[in-house]
């Protein structure tokens, strides 16, 4: 009795008296309850998080038992139709079976067996309980556990309160996604801004529609599948990921899927295979189902025999059509009105955003090319190490990506022809620089040369709150003066032209006898060639037209701010991308920009200072709530011997240099730098290490192909590897078996 009247007493609401003060009953009496079964149901698992099943546990007579924990009580878990999925008799002792008001039981030898292993509760009753539970559950608006009791097949609520363990969990039946950050990486690292991921996210939806399209996926498939497209890219705490199962949901999109799905993964270069989530989706095709793919399929295949044979003209209008939308407009960007810039970026968007045909056409020829050279590799010339397609795409020459390396060997070399120049450039600050290069016309004029080209290539280039050398020239200087203090010259071109030599020699020699295969295989080898260079060089136009993006909105940013509008320029960074766009023109629904940028300035401080999830994990639900965003298999400890994809032949030894924040890293002459990710913006790190190693990336990732062009020794995908290496400790990496040999901390243990 005691137990229910202060239960009941505490869910009473507080009573104002005639003073106005609250108050609240000092006794309060109600009838008992005299139960026949009694307990407590939750509206939803509060253990497993699963807010669509209740769950109840009941047994006889009171339940005090229950709740002192004396005994066990059965247990049923209830869906939301009413299915109860589950049902668990406890081991009760039969005393409490039979004579439950009185607490008193007949002997267990005077009990007929089956009925002490009777449920405390009918089929009916569970689902009334459970009803019961999730009316309360709509009353108070959250999920509730309750106590209950049935007396005379009667139900009574004793008490709802809210289930608090529920906050942090996330619901198992929520919808399954899957996050990988191991390849965006490379283009958005760290923490990204609002404005960055919204036009990334707009981009990517554009660009991949516009892949089915050219693929002649059907119209009516593409818009049935809008949803997907949009949610291609997810933003988690900051950070970019691909939401893998609507990647695969893309490809599924293609047609030929039901008809070769792992062909089609292969081409598309998918690691893994179609996650049961998704198979799940997607029945096994029936007969009609397998002929209508086939015959998309045909049609598909004309489209890509269509645009193999339209590339080179494609290419040519695409690049017509970008420098028409980036030639400079007669208003200058610094002079334009806020809705001159709007109106300039959609013009931009219109131009080549949404018709960004040639690369797509590019990168999927680049991928079928690279994954045949490399099958051609291994059955006919016997390629065991799985490096000669690697080694023959080295030195190709013509690549744009290792442009800005051949630039730093002239600029090092224009500066040790003024004995105190290089010292300036490599400790001086900006402003010494700057005045003692004006002395040196020649270095002047190519450093000029230098940002007009790639001046939008900086760190981090996709990213558009990114600072460029144009912004901030010190990192190309402080390397132009570290190259220029260290020994003349590499030698790189004839480490390549030597690799490349060798192996046309191997390929010669497995072919020799074949003048069929030898056919084949060198026309493979030039189109892959081709294909790749024009993937990086491709990429680069990318650079351009992000950075005219950059230069828009950090302009807008500008006006805002000469407005009042922002606090500084650079918190557009922190509003979205039709957030930006639409303040100009009042369809915006936020106007108070300052007070919104607060609030996102806040939550994205805060992410630098949470745990960083993981590359991959999964969440269920509510995708930024609950989650823990960790791997479900923690990785391994990493011990001995190390090793990852094979990108460019050579076998290294030296000390390691472990860079996470590029700006300031100097790499000394002879060391092996070991990165997490990298963009083209490290040109300036990689052409002066002696080897590279990359924990993520690909065979066609800009380290690795930048690596093959230069000739310098490259093993990318190496799990870990920036956590299993320290700064200083001597390796040996061999870079055309992908093997990292572990030699010491001191050159002494190395020798």
């Not at 509206?43 to 009941?58: N, P, Y």
């Not at 497209?229 to 997810?234: A, I, S, Y």
């Not at 136009?541 to 909105?553: A, H, Y």
């Amino acid at each position: 009795m005691a137990l229910r009247l202060r239960r009941t007493h505490a869910c009473l609401p507080p009573r104002t008296g005639p003073t106005g003060r609250t108050a609240t009953p000092a006794v309060l009496v109600q009838r008992m309850v005299d139960a026949d079964t009694a307990g407590v149901a939750f509206s939803a698992d509060a253990v497993s998080g699963a807010r669509g099943s209740a769950v109840i546990a009941a047994v006889y007579g009171l339940g005090t038992g229950l709740v002192s924990g004396d005994i066990d009580a059965d247990t049923f878990r209830v869906d939301r139709t009413g299915r109860i999925t589950e049902t668990t008799v406890a081991d009760q002792p039969v005393a409490y079976r039979m004579a439950p008001a009185a607490g008193e039981g007949v002997a267990p030898e005077h009990l007929p067996a089956t009925l002490a292993n009777q449920p405390a509760l009918t089929d009916a009753q569970v689902r009334e309980v459970a009803a019961l539970a999730r009316t309360c559950e709509r009353h108070f608006g959250c999920p509730q556990d309750i106590e209950w009791a049935f007396e005379d097949g009667r139900l009574y609520l004793l008490q709802s309160r809210p289930i608090t363990t529920l906050a942090h969990l996330p619901d198992p039946d929520g919808e399954l996604n899957i996050w990988d950050n191991s390849n965006i990486a490379e283009s958005y690292s760290g923490i990204t801004t609002p404005l960055t991921f919204s036009f990334a996210r707009g981009a990517y939806e554009a660009v991949y529609r516009q892949f089915c399209r050219l693929m002649r996926v059907p119209q009516h498939r593409i818009e049935a599948n809008r949803t997907t497209f949009r949610r291609m890219l997810g933003l988690i705490r900051g950070r970019v990921y691909y939401n893998l199962l609507n990647w695969y949901r893309v490809l599924a999109l293609l047609p030929g899927f039901t008809v070769n799905r792992g062909f089609m993964e292969q081409m598309m270069g998918v690691r893994e295979s179609l996650p049961p989530a998704l198979l799940a989706e997607h029945k096994p095709p029936r007969f009609r189902d397998r002929l209508v793919d086939s015959l998309y399929l045909t049609r598909s295949l004309g489209g890509i025999v269509s645009s193999w044979l339209r590339l080179p003209a494609q290419t040519r209008h695409f690049q017509q059509r970008l420098e028409r939308a980036l030639t400079p407009p007669t208003v200058p960007l610094e002079q334009m009105r806020p809705d001159e810039l709007v109106r300039h970026y959609h013009a931009l968007e219109a131009e080549l955003l949404e018709r960004w045909d040639a690369p797509l056409v590019n990168d999927f020829f680049a991928m079928i090319f690279y994954g045949t050279l490399r099958r051609l590799s291994s059955r006919w010339c016997h390629d065991d190490n799985d490096s000669l397609h690697n080694d023959l795409l080295v030195g190709e020459g013509g690549m744009i990506s290792t442009e800005p390396a051949r630039w730093l060997r002239v600029l090092a070399e224009l500066a040790r022809q003024a004995p105190a120049l290089p010292q300036t450039l490599a400790e001086g600050s900006l402003p010494q620089i700057r005045q003692a290069i004006t002395q040196h016309t020649a270095f002047t004029s190519t450093y000029q040369g230098y940002l007009d080209l790639f001046g939008d290539r900086c760190l981090d280039e996709l990213k558009l709150e990114s600072p460029t050398l144009r912004d901030d020239p010190l990192p190309l200087l402080r390397a132009v003066g570290q190259l220029a203090q260290r020994a003349d010259g590499q030698g790189l071109e004839n480490v390549a032209l030597t690799i490349r030599t060798a192996a046309e020699q191997r390929v010669d020699e497995a072919l020799k006898g074949h003048p069929l295969r030898r056919w084949a295989f060198r026309w493979v080898l030039r189109h892959t060639r081709a294909r790749v260079v024009g993937r990086e060089n491709l990429r680069f136009e990318r650079t351009r037209v992000f950075g005219r993006v950059r230069r828009i909105f950090i302009e807008l940013g500008r006006r805002l701010h000469a407005n009042g509008l922002l606090e500084t320029p650079q918190d557009i960074f922190y509003l979205e991308l039709e957030e930006a766009l639409r303040y100009t023109d009042g369809t915006a629904t936020c106007t108070d920009l300052k007070g919104l940028i607060a609030i996102r300035r806040r939550e994205f401080e805060s992410y630098r200072t949470l745990p960083a999830p993981a590359d991959r994990f999964e969440t269920r639900g509510l995708v930024a709530h609950g989650q823990d965003y960790r791997r479900e298999t923690p990785a391994a400890a990493i011990k001995g011997d190390l090793k990852g994809l094979a990108c460019c032949p050579g076998v290294v030894r030296g000390r390691v240099r472990v860079v996470r924040e590029p700006r300031d890293a100097v790499i000394r002459e002879g060391e092996i730098l070991v990165a997490e990710r990298t963009d083209p913006g490290w040109i300036m790190l990689l052409s002066a290490a002696s080897g590279i190693l990359v924990e993520h990336g690909s065979l066609l990732s800009h380290a690795a192909i930048v690596s093959r062009e230069l000739g310098i020794p490259a093993i990318v995908a190496v799990a870990d590897i920036t956590h299993a290496l320290t700064d200083g400790e001597w390796i040996e990496m061999d870079g055309a078996r992908g093997v990292i040999r572990r030699l010491g901390t001191t050159a002494e243990e190395a020798a």
